[in-house]
């Protein structure tokens, strides 16, 4: 695996336009010409999307924003308000074809301080979301996944007539977790019938990530780990903090718990990566009470789906011990339970060759499972397709497969770190995939697998 390390400019030196027309029958040049016409539209997009995040089923603006755009294309139908504020664009070619290719972006941004020094950067405060006031910034890519999605809009609606099929523009919402007590994201799509008619013979989509830019990373298996919500809420009995001997606090054994959940990896030898996370503690009342209650909100991650059962088993009865030697009690739920994202191998050898046009052999590399998790699973698990990692930093591939800086650059920033940030040069690419994997599945060069 060689080092990469193209800049912006040497990547998509050969799709500037360049004034000559290309031939009207060759529909992925065209493809790849019109994307690079519309680029400075799709970042200003991304920018406006940026600088105005919204949480997870509160994407009001956004979704006007898209369902504006995909009526001013005239797409057949523009679907609006789908389990919160989804939108499904309905793209019917002009020529007879039975095969039906659903592109999805997720459109909510993250409860977190930016500091990526953009000069777009989101100073957004959510003052009424559960739990808040929150800030809000596009810490995780979205807002690049929506402008791409949106540009793809563009190209494929200028070549309706020559199109065989359909193509469905599905911009997700809630794909970051609604507040626990909502509904939201692609299960609530799938339950509301957004995919259904028509229902897609291939669903695709990518998330950008600290990969070299323009590099696209796939993998046959688990892409992504299936993930669920851990809420453990322990159960003491409050007294006033002058005479804690007649009550019993909870946060001790909340504490306890804690720790403990560390040392659930070694009652699990042998297993695949999996991650138990308590990111979030919440106590009712004051500093001199002790109180009746405090909640904990974690995650389990599994890179095999198969040992989620195994370790829900292992968090429930670690928590309920631990609680019970203080005597208190605690309540373990496991809410949200999102599927892992399944390349299967013969989509990915169906779509390489699509692949390998947009960006080169060189700048396809195999990822590693990851930890992440993205509910585009559920979409793609049921349909069949591929979802992909498309890098949008200033770093090079190792021959090992680590990353690192390159010098001069802004360096690695994970998704969900308040410095995350994506380069501008990858939409174009982001573009350009969307519409000649949607033009290359519809016509038949991305077979549906037997």
Same mark, same amino acid.
């Given at each position: 695996?060689?080092?990469?390390?193209?800049?912006?400019?040497?990547?998509?030196?050969?799709?500037?336009?360049?004034?000559?027309?290309?031939?009207?029958?060759?529909?992925?040049?065209?493809?790849?010409?019109?994307?690079?016409?519309?680029?400075?539209?799709?970042?200003?997009?991304?920018?406006?999307?940026? +600088?105005?995040?919204?949480?997870?089923?509160?994407?009001?603006?956004?979704?006007?924003?898209?369902?504006?755009? $995909?009526?001013?294309?005239?797409?057949?139908?523009?679907?609006?308000?789908?389990?919160?504020?989804?939108?499904?664009?309905?793209?019917?070619?002009?020529?007879?074809?039975?095969?039906?290719?659903?592109?999805?972006?997720?459109?909510?941004?993250?409860?977190?301080?930016?500091?990526?020094?953009?000069?777009?950067? +989101?100073?957004?405060?959510?003052?009424?979301?559960?739990?808040?006031?929150?800030?809000?910034?596009?810490?995780?890519?979205?807002?690049?996944?929506?402008?791409?999605?949106?540009?793809?809009?563009?190209?494929?609606?200028?070549?309706?007539?020559?199109?065989?099929?359909?193509? $469905?523009?599905?911009?997700?919402?809630?794909?970051?977790?609604?507040?626990?007590?909502?509904?939201?994201?692609?299960?609530?799509?799938?339950?509301?019938?957004?995919?259904?008619?028509?229902?897609?013979?291939?669903?695709?989509?990518?998330?950008?990530?600290?990969?070299?830019?323009?590099?696209?990373?796939?993998?046959?298996?688990?892409?992504?780990?299936?993930?669920?919500?851990?809420?453990?809420?322990?159960?003491?009995?409050?007294?006033?903090?002058?005479?804690?001997?007649?009550?019993?606090?909870?946060?001790?054994?909340?504490?306890?718990?804690?720790?403990?959940?560390?040392?659930?990896?070694?009652?699990?030898?042998?297993?695949?990566?999996?991650?138990?996370?308590?990111?979030?503690?919440?106590?009712?009342?004051?500093?001199?009470?002790?109180?009746? +209650?405090?909640?904990? $909100?974690?995650?389990?991650?599994?890179?095999?789906?198969?040992?989620?059962?195994?370790?829900?088993?292992?968090?429930?009865?670690?928590?309920?011990?631990?609680?019970?030697?203080?005597?208190?009690?605690?309540?373990?739920?496991?809410?949200?339970?999102?599927?892992?994202?399944?390349?299967?191998?013969?989509?990915?050898?169906?779509?390489?060759?699509?692949?390998?046009?947009?960006?080169?052999?060189?700048?396809?590399?195999?990822?590693?499972?990851?930890?992440?998790?993205?509910?585009?699973?559920?979409?793609?698990?049921?349909?069949?397709?591929?979802?992909?990692?498309?890098?949008?930093?200033?770093?090079?591939?190792?021959?090992?497969?680590?990353?690192?800086?390159?010098?001069?650059?802004?360096?690695?920033?994970?998704?969900?770190?308040?410095?995350?940030?994506?380069?501008?040069?990858?939409?174009?690419?982001?573009?350009?995939?969307?519409?000649?994997?949607?033009?290359?599945?519809?016509?038949?060069?991305?077979?549906?697998?037997?």
């Amino acid at each position: 695996m060689a080092c990469i390390a193209l800049t912006g400019k040497e990547r998509f030196a050969s799709h500037e336009p360049t004034g000559e027309k290309v031939p009207p029958h060759d529909l992925h040049a065209r493809f790849d010409q019109a994307a690079a016409e519309i680029g400075e539209q799709v970042v200003a997009w991304r920018h406006h999307l940026h +600088s105005h995040p919204e949480l997870s089923n509160r994407e009001t603006a956004t979704a006007q924003m898209v369902a504006d755009h $995909l009526r001013a294309l005239k797409l057949d139908e523009v679907r609006t308000d789908i389990a919160g504020h989804g939108v499904v664009g309905v793209l019917r070619g002009g020529r007879d074809g039975d095969r039906v290719v659903a592109l999805r972006a997720d459109i909510d941004a993250l409860p977190i301080k930016e500091e990526s020094g953009e000069d777009f950067s +989101s100073t957004v405060i959510d003052d009424d979301y559960p739990g808040g006031p929150y800030p809000v910034a596009h810490a995780c890519g979205h807002d690049c996944h929506t402008a791409m999605l949106m540009g793809a809009a563009s190209v494929l609606a200028q070549a309706r007539d020559e199109l065989p099929g359909t193509v $469905l523009f599905v911009f997700q919402p809630a794909e970051e977790g609604p507040p626990i007590d909502e509904e939201g994201g692609a299960r609530e799509m799938e339950a509301e019938g957004a995919l259904s008619d028509p229902a897609p013979t291939m669903v695709f989509g990518m998330h950008v990530t600290p990969y070299p830019k323009g590099v696209v990373a796939y993998l046959a298996g688990n892409q992504y780990g299936a993930s669920v919500l851990i809420r453990i809420t322990v159960h003491g009995k409050g007294v006033h903090g002058s005479t804690p001997w007649e009550g019993i606090d909870p946060l001790p054994p909340a504490a306890d718990i804690i720790v403990a959940m560390g040392q659930v990896y070694r009652q699990l030898p042998g297993y695949d990566p999996l991650a138990i996370t308590i990111g979030h503690v919440e106590d009712v009342g004051r500093f001199n009470v002790v109180g009746e +209650s405090v909640q904990l $909100l974690g995650t389990i991650r599994c890179t095999v789906e198969a040992d989620m059962e195994v370790a829900r088993e292992r968090v429930k009865r670690t928590a309920e011990h631990v609680a019970q030697a203080y005597g208190a009690t605690a309540d373990v739920e496991f809410l949200q339970p999102v599927p892992a994202v399944h390349n299967t191998q013969p989509w990915i050898d169906a779509i390489l060759p699509t692949l390998e046009h947009v960006v080169g052999h060189d700048h396809l590399v195999k990822a590693p499972p990851g930890l992440g998790y993205d509910d585009v699973s559920v979409f793609v698990n049921k349909y069949g397709g591929a979802y992909l990692q498309l890098g949008a930093q200033d770093v090079e591939l190792r021959p090992d497969g680590s990353m690192a800086p390159i010098p001069g650059g802004r360096g690695i920033a994970m998704n969900h770190n308040p410095h995350f940030y994506a380069d501008d040069s990858v939409l174009e690419t982001g573009v350009r995939m969307h519409a000649n994997v949607a033009l290359d599945h519809l016509t038949g060069t991305i077979p549906v697998p037997n």
